[in-house]
Antibody, heavy 120, light 107 residues
Framework: VQLLESGGGLVQPGGSLRLSCAASESTFNTFAMNWVRQAPGQGLEWVASISGSGGVTNYVASVRGRFTISRDNSENSLYLQMDSLRAEDTAVYYC??????????????WGQGTTVTVSS | DIQLTQSPPFLSASVGDRVTITCRASQGIASYLAWYQQKPGKAPKLLIYAASTLQSGVPSRFSGSGSGTEFTLTISSLQPEDFATYYCQQLNSYPQTFGQGTKVEIK
């Protein structure tokens, strides 16, 4: 499977952005999926995850209530709706597939990343 | 939240050296730990999952061990392509936190 992110860009504080991640395989609906971000010069931060069916989601506390992870299995696509953006959300955002389709064994396929810059 | 502390944060080594990186969890996570390698400008690559299982295609010079709260990643003989930053991640509970990273540089 290959993952391709899109939707990054420059946005003002308080603004919104929607990231997309397109998967190349039709078995997409069997994979748990994640968003992971990396601020400039910093380490990795897990942001959110969603089960294969889309029925279970989890978020890091710093984005809960502002970001929404979702998926459209008919389109083999993952999304991250980001609202009320802050300067500290500036990062490269990666989508990543859960190994063996689950959330217990790490992430074995990653996209190339899309850059989000929050600045006035 | 479970905190992961990696040591050392920075490591200078030579080709052929044996290298060990430690990851300590603030509470027990059984064997729900993964290791990643990241090179500049690239996405991370999964090396080890379930603390000690080598991901398909990863060279056998990489190995992982540990359970509970203390884990190690070992590179038995460092190769030029191994100079990178390494991260651990716990998958035991949400948020699925990462360690702060260990940068392995050429001595």
């Amino acid at each position: 499977v290959q993952l391709l992110e899109s939707g990054g860009g420059l946005v003002q504080p308080g603004g919104s952005l929607r990231l997309s991640c397109a998967a190349s395989e039709s078995t997409f609906n069997t994979f748990a999926m994640n968003w992971v971000r990396q601020a400039p010069g910093q380490g990795l931060e897990w942001v959110a995850s969603i089960s294969g069916s889309g029925g279970v989601t989890n978020y890091v506390a710093s984005v809960r209530g502002r970001f929404t992870i979702s998926r459209d299995n008919s389109e083999n696509s993952l999304y991250l709706q980001m609202d009320s953006l802050r300067a500290e959300d500036t990062a490269v955002y990666y989508c990543a597939k859960g190994a063996f389709g689950t959330s217990y064994y790490g992430m074995d396929v990653w996209g190339q990343g899309t850059t989000v810059t929050v600045s006035s | 939240d479970i905190q992961l502390t990696q040591s050392p944060p920075f490591l200078s080594a030579s080709v052929g050296d044996r290298v060990t990186i430690t990851c300590r969890a603030s509470q027990g996570i059984a064997s729900y730990l993964a290791w990643y390698q990241q090179k500049p400008g690239k996405a991370p690559k999964l090396l080890i999952y379930a603390a000690s299982t080598l991901q398909s295609g990863v060279p056998s010079r990489f190995s992982g061990s540990g359970s509970g709260t203390e884990f190690t990643l070992t590179i038995s003989s460092l190769q030029p392509e191994d100079f990178a930053t390494y991260y651990c991640q716990q998958l035991n509970s949400y948020p699925q936190t990462f360690g702060q990273g260990t940068k392995v540089e050429i001595k």
